[in-house]
T-cell receptor, first 114, second 114 residues
Framework: AQSVTQLGSHVSVSEGALVLLRCNYSSSVPPYLFWYVQYPNQGLQLLLKYTSAATLVKGINGFEAEFKKSETSFHLTKPSAHMSDAAEYFCAVILNSGYSTLTFGKGTMLLVSP | KAGVTQTPRYLIKTRGQQVTLSCSPISGHRSVSWYQQTPGQGLQFLFEYFSETQRNKGNFPGRFSGRQFSNSRSEMNVSTLELGDSALYLC???WGQGSHNEQFFGPGTRLTVL
């Protein structure tokens, strides 16, 4: 079974609309969850991470994610999309807290139209 | 503070050749990880190094190898290149090991095997 599953390889929204990118994790994995963003021809940038201090995690650029144990979900949201948000987004998990090794989902490409 | 740097940024090789990629972590960071990114397989973990020791290894053939130097700089080597090795190779560094250490990614090396 996949450790993290991202629903939808592509998501299209209009500028100003709500952004919702879905990530579900396997209930057998420890809750070290992350969202990364990748702009074209660039590396990955950390948007936010779940640290168990709070279930609602706020990240950079207005993004946030809510950890829901009952639904094994860690969906990424932003109230109002900007054109500059167009990028690929990856949900990731660390399976062994002793390492830094990230296991990534397949990614979701966010397309923002004017 | 300078970010993670990877050299070269682009590389073209032919089948059967070997290649060495370099990663310089952020100053003070002692952990370096490598990932391969392809359209088909997504982001896959290759190696994780900490204080010159390989601490974790992904599921790749022995043609893929790496090392870390005393200044934390890391190299990865791929011998007997195959067409399927064409990918973006990403390096990430963090201060230490473990899930609480934020990883910072470099821009990647784009390897094309002809």
């Amino acid at each position: 079974a996949q450790s993290v599953t991202q629903l939808g390889s592509h998501v299209s929204v209009s500028e100003g609309a709500l952004v919702l990118l879905r990530c579900n994790y396997s209930s057998s994995v420890p809750p070290y969850l992350f969202w990364y963003v990748q702009y074209p021809n660039q590396g990955l940038q950390l948007l936010l991470k779940y640290t168990s201090a709070a279930t609602l995690v706020k990240g950079i650029n207005g993004f946030e994610a809510e950890f829901k144990k009952s639904e094994t979900s860690f969906h990424l949201t932003k109230p109002s999309a900007h054109m500059s948000d167009a990028a690929e987004y990856f949900c990731a998990v660390i399976l062994n807290s002793g390492y830094s090794t990230l296991t990534f989902g397949k990614g979701t490409m966010l397309l923002v139209s004017p | 503070k300078a970010g993670v740097t990877q050299t070269p940024r682009y590389l073209i090789k032919t089948r059967g050749q070997q290649v060495t990629l370099s990663c310089s972590p952020i100053s003070g960071h002692r952990s370096v990880s490598w990932y391969q990114q392809t359209p088909g397989q997504g982001l896959q973990f290759l190696f994780e190094y900490f204080s010159e020791t390989q601490r974790n290894k992904g599921n790749f053939p022995g043609r893929f190898s790496g090392r870390q130097f005393s200044n934390s700089r890391s190299e990865m080597n791929v011998s007997t290149l195959e067409l399927g090795d064409s990918a973006l190779y990403l390096c990430a560094s963090s201060w230490g090991q473990g899930s609480h250490n934020e990883q910072f990614f470099g821009p990647g090396t784009r390897l094309t095997v002809l």
